[in-house]
């Protein structure tokens, strides 16, 4: 019933929380995919580094209580994952109004057309469905470590990745699709 | 998934990088910051538990050594402080507390016992099953409960884990009448918080198991006046991962002071949930639960067996099949709280279930036995379950929801993948509550 044995990037028994390059050896790796996760679902570059160094924090004081032979990307991107999802209930504070009504967030000037319709389209998906997008199609990860960052079954997440593809398909009515 | 075979996938993933390429940020020191960061925590932390420290020793101070006083001239000097010296590795054991209020550690594997210590005399009645052991952070302590009475104990005993030494006896009640039933270890401080009752209410009473004294106690819910049918008997506690939050259910005189209550943990300030009516904050949760992230599972006691699923403040119930045939005593939760594991007990004739929570899919691991037979030694059932590994589960057996302790009893491994019985192991009195650190 607990979580299966990772193979690379697992932490040894003792770690000693006090030592920074315990912290960098740890999570150091993980540290710029966790930056792309959070930019990625925040749309908001210095949200993303609150997120990530907020992140570290949470990991590290559990960082003790983890089972020997976790694989830490995925157990940390969950935790960075979580704090997006904290981070967007109230994000609305900090988000700026443009003329036309659109919500762009601090900082961030798409350009191109294409561009802007994707980050829409994304931006519009539930936060759980643009998760799994991001996983897959931004940071390229097996079905089984979706699985782990988003807290659900293998099957499960496969299911809802099939059907978030389908959805933003549809969102960006993908022209190569019509006949 | 197959992207490369999907050219409208590679072509989505590549628009989708494109994207999101185009508002990241690169931040070569973040790894830097986010270190910093972390050391700022960390010495906030260990500057604010002397603090503390010092400001509550100022004040037990002086209570202590009026107890201490009074304590001498009523039992003499007690004996120093044992320094535990471990010869077993604590999470190689399970810990049993039997009727008879003796705590017996056995072998993780083999069942074979390591050590046994009487820790209070026996009850002169039975004890419902419940949740009177824990064990501290690092594993060497074990905190125990032994029930005077089916409604609970005054005193909280602790033990080394790995060689059964008797270390400390904490009086939980210096005023008397509250009894204490369940108690869980808040993770983030190491408190052990007991959770009692007197006449009157439902408390949590704070106990700081290094420095061996109880620290406050706070009322938790007013009871209405004790009826006909009894006080309310705690069954379990359990707090949060991040011990933000502690969860304890009960079972009441009427169905509806039935169910789990929590209480937010905020340093020293216990926030007691919002209730109705005086009805329980999570109605209908008295017959096993689990915590994890931020739901609740729990047992409604009912038939057919049905587990439900609310969020952390009782919202939103879904109601999820078990698959089984018999009342659900207990439920464990996978690491991933992805899957739920449902144990019947033994007096409605038993059986294991596994439930998927993100699918709701059930499916009996095993099948209660029929009507008119009563389960033995190889019917996987029990009134408490504890996960020794990835397979396994212990569970303790009772013919009933009560323990006696001038009856044997039994403790069983179970296979959960196949629902087998693997191993027993016999007991002088029926067992009440079991534990296996992770």
């Known amino acids: ?179 | 998934m197959s992207d490369g075979q999907d050219p409208r996938n590679e072509r989505l993933r590549r628009r989708v990088r494109d994207a999101l390429d185009s508002i990241y940020r690169p931040a070569p020191d973040l790894v830097r910051r986010s270190a910093g960061a972390v050391a700022r925590d960390r010495r906030r932390h260990r500057l604010a538990a002397p603090l503390g420290g010092i400001a509550l020793t100022a004040v037990a101070v002086a209570v202590l050594v009026l107890v201490l006083v009074r304590h001498v001239s009523e039992h003499g000097v007690p004996g120093p402080a044992v320094t535990p010296q471990p010869t077993v590795t604590p999470r190689q054991s399970v810990y049993t507390l039997t009727a008879g209020n003796e705590v017996v550690a056995l072998d993780r594997t083999t069942l074979a016992v390591r050590w046994r210590t009487q820790v209070a005399t026996p009850p002169a009645e039975g004890v419902d099953a419940g949740a009177m052991l824990a064990i501290s952070r690092d594993g060497g302590v074990l905190y125990v409960l032994p029930p005077s009475r089916n409604s609970g104990g005054t005193t909280l005993v602790l033990l080394d884990a790995s060689s059964g030494q008797r270390l400390a006896a904490i009086p939980l009640s210096a005023s008397g009448g509250a009894v204490y039933r369940t108690l869980a270890v808040d993770p983030q401080s190491g408190t052990v918080d007991v959770v009692g009752q007197d006449a009157s209410h439902l408390l949590v009473t704070e106990v700081d198991p290094q420095r061996r004294v109880v620290l406050a106690s706070h009322v938790t819910r007013t009871l209405p006046p004790v009826t006909r049918v009894g006080p309310d008997i705690l069954g379990a506690a359990m707090f949060t991962a991040d011990g933000t939050r502690l969860y304890y259910s009960y079972a009441g005189g009427s169905p509806d002071r039935s169910g789990i209550d929590w209480v937010d943990v905020s340093g020293p300030r216990l926030s007691p949930c919002p209730s109705t009516g005086g009805a329980a904050c999570i109605p209908g949760g008295a017959d096993g639960f689990a915590v994890a992230n931020s739901h609740v599972v729990f047992s409604e006691g009912t038939l057919p067996p049905h587990l439900v699923e609310t969020d952390r403040d009782g919202r939103t119930p879904r109601q999820l099949t078990t698959g089984m045939g018999a009342i659900a005593s207990s439920v464990l939760l996978d690491a991933a709280a992805t899957r739920a594991l449902v144990v019947a007990s033994c007096n409605n004739l038993g059986g294991l279930g596994s439930v998927d929570l993100t699918t709701g899919d059930a499916r009996a691991i095993a099948t209660p036995a029929p009507n008119g037979t009563e389960p033995g030694p190889t019917s996987p059932c029990g009134e408490r379950a504890a996960p020794l590994s990835t397979s396994t589960i212990a569970l303790t057996q009772l013919p009933g929801a009560t323990a006696h302790p001038d009856s044997p009893g039994t403790v069983i491994v179970v296979d959960t993948t196949t629902g087998k019985v693997t191993r027993s192991a016999a007991f002088p009195a029926e067992v009440v509550d079991l534990l296996a650190p992770t």
């Open chain 1, 1 to 179: 019933m607990s979580g299966k044995a990772g193979a690379a990037a697992s932490l040894p028994v003792q770690v000693r929380r006090d030592d920074a390059a315990a912290f960098e050896a740890a999570l150091g790796p993980s540290i710029e995919q966790a930056h792309r996760l959070a930019t990625a679902m925040l749309h908001d570059a210095v949200a993303a580094q609150d997120v990530v160094q907020e992140a570290s924090i949470k990991a590290w004081r559990k960082i003790d209580r983890l089972r020997e032979g976790t694989e830490m990307r995925p157990w940390f991107l969950g935790i960075v994952a979580n704090e997006c999802r904290s981070a967007l209930r109230s994000r609305w504070r900090r988000s700026v109004v443009y003329l036309g009504g659109e919500v762009v967030s601090d900082g961030i000037e798409p350009t191109a057309v294409a561009t802007q319709d994707t980050l829409r389209a994304l931006r519009s998906m539930r936060y759980k469905d643009r998760l799994v997008l991001v996983l897959h199609f931004y940071l390229d990860m097996a079905v089984e470590d979706i699985a782990r960052v988003a807290g659900v079954s293998t099957p499960a997440a496969k299911a809802r990745l099939y059907r978030a593809i389908a959805l933003l398909r549809q969102k960006l009515h993908d022209e190569e699709d019509e006949p």
